[in-house]
């Protein structure tokens, strides 16, 4: 039963990441940089404040009296994390929700699912799996046989990308996307699903932050949720910096108060994609207190992920008039991830 809440909890979040850059393709008048920070504020800050306040008591308490390598660690991968996500944004808005997530995604299932065992090695801890463990045992060599599969999966959906410039006019490439770029996308996609999987290095550096959570009381179930406070800083740090240098850069200061533009319905709908991003992640962790931060965790959340945002890619019309074998590489592509899935659950579980 515990399994099955786990994967039910990843499912939700999933959900809710696949689904999050929705309502910014609301936001009319505004640069990008101007709608994905002020998103950000609460995606980053407000909500992770708000969630830890309502189900980890004392929460600030506990990253106060927190040794400082803990916090410095779990700070460092949100900041690392924070440029994985700025680059996401990017990737999203050259690539599209469907390609652009298969392949960020992708490759942050590849390297979130090691990064854990591979911080277990190098710090010498005897908690969980690691990656030396996982080359001596017939379960750890399955999971590593899954992760090919899920870059062998990456490669067929790149191709897909290559294929549908070469099939799509310019006109037809903006129906979907507006500003289709493959190359500016693979590159951005590339940064951001390494960096990206630092955030699951985040939730294991700040394991302490959630073991303390739990023995003052608070329920496993959210014990996350004050690790994600500090890891969220960093991400914020990072975030906020490179959107108020593109402010500057592109003048694009004046969105906030842009009169011609639908102001509240742009705050609003901003707000609204930042609430939405976090709750990824507020259910992931859910997910994690029950199946724990091992590769099938990590990798679980990524594939509902790249589920749904291509669910949302399909109704937005971004594979509208590519040749029927363009269409079945990016759905062989999306099918390979998925098959990489079971593989490293299978594994899990030996």
């Not at 700070?75 to 999203?92: A, E």
């Not at 996308?185 to 630092?198: D, E, K, M, R, Y």
């Amino acid at each position: 039963m515990q399994a099955v809440l786990g994967v039910i909890f990843h499912f939700i979040g999933g959900f809710a990441s696949g689904s999050f850059y929705i309502p910014y393709k609301k936001v009319k008048g505004w640069a990008w940089e101007s709608y994905w920070i002020v998103g950000g504020i609460f995606s980053w800050l407000l909500a992770p404040l708000v969630a830890a306040y309502l189900t980890v008591p004392d929460f600030m308490g506990i990253i106060a009296n927190a040794s400082s390598e803990t916090v410095f660690w779990t700070y460092l991968m949100g900041l690392l994390w924070g440029i994985g996500g700025l680059t996401f944004g990017l990737g999203l808005r050259y690539l599209g929700v469907s390609l652009g997530m298969s392949f960020m995604l992708g490759f942050s299932s590849a390297f979130g699912a090691l990064v854990p065992p591979i911080y277990r090695d190098i710090v010498g801890s005897d908690k969980g799996e690691t990656f030396t463990g996982m080359l001596q045992t017939t379960g750890g060599l399955v999971v590593l046989a899954g992760i090919m599969i899920c870059l062998i999966g990456i490669a067929v959906c790149g191709k897909a990308g290559t294929m549908k410039e070469k099939d799509l006019t310019t006109e037809q490439k903006e129906v979907g996307v507006k500003e289709f770029d493959l190359k500016k996308g693979f590159t951005v996609g590339v940064i951001s699903g390494i960096l990206s999987a630092c955030f699951n290095y985040g939730i294991e550096a700040g394991k302490p932050l959630a073991e303390v959570a739990v023995q003052t009381g608070g329920n496993p179930l959210f014990q996350n949720n004050v690790t994600f406070v500090v890891i969220l800083w960093g991400g914020l740090t990072t975030n906020f910096i490179w959107c108020m240098i593109l402010n500057a850069r592109n003048k694009t200061f004046g969105d906030y108060t842009k009169k011609n533009t639908p102001l509240l319905r742009n705050y609003v709908f901003s707000a609204l994609a930042g609430i939405t991003w976090f709750m990824q992640f507020f259910f992931y962790g859910m997910g994690e207190s029950k199946l724990g931060n091992g590769a099938s965790s990590w990798i679980l959340h990524m594939a509902f992920i790249i589920l749904i945002s291509n669910m949302w890619g399909m109704i937005l019309g971004e594979w509208k008039g590519v040749q029927r074998k363009t269409f079945q590489t990016i759905v062989a592509g999306v099918a390979i991830i998925m098959t990489s899935i079971v593989v490293v659950g299978i594994g899990n579980s030996l």
